[in-house]
């Protein structure tokens, strides 16, 4: 009989604030994931945007400069002009300068992507030791406890 690898039960840190991030420097954390909610006036003003006003681009940037890049990139896919697009770029910095504490890091590759099918797909392991995933429409982040599989020779 040969058996799977365990499950990956209680792998997964799900977190209210961005300190508790942190978590994901445990040894048996595979994922922190902090649940947040956007304005409610941001989040129906983003539902709305067409998929080709919103940024396309992969960037590698210093955390500090990730806001500056950020509104230089929705101004190229004419996202409009107004408060809510400010609140996107703010979010953006807040989040690149949150991740890059927590993971220490100097520099974050930053891609901005429009996924309108099964985001499933899209998704690998990369060649980082840590990646941030922000999902501002759609289904968002789906997670699911792996469960062990038994086979028989």
């Known amino acids: 009989m040969i058996l799977a690898p365990p499950a990956l039960d209680g792998c997964t840190t799900f977190a209210s604030t961005p300190g508790t991030l942190t978590a994901i420097h445990q040894p048996n954390c595979a994922a922190a994931v902090w649940q947040c ?4 006036r941001f989040q129906d003003w983003i539902d709305r945007l067409p998929p080709d006003q919103l940024p396309k681009t992969r960037m590698i940037l210093r955390p500090e400069a990730v806001c500056d890049a950020q509104i230089d990139v929705t ?12 609140t996107f770029s703010e979010g953006t910095r807040a989040l690149a300068s949150i991740f890059a ?3 220490n890091s100097a520099d974050l590759r930053v891609p901005f992507e429009v996924i309108t099918s ?3 797909r899209q998704f690998h392991v990369p060649a980082e030791k840590a990646g941030l995933v922000c999902t501002y429409r759609g289904a968002g982040m789906q997670t699911r ?4 599989k038994t086979q028989t020779m």
């Open 37 to 40: 909610k956007p304005l409610t």
């Open 75 to 86: 101004r190229r896919c004419a996202m409009p002009d107004c408060f809510e697009r400010k």
């Open 101 to 103: 504490s927590v993971m």
């Open 118 to 120: 099964n985001v499933c």
């Open 145 to 148: 406890e792996l469960q062990p």
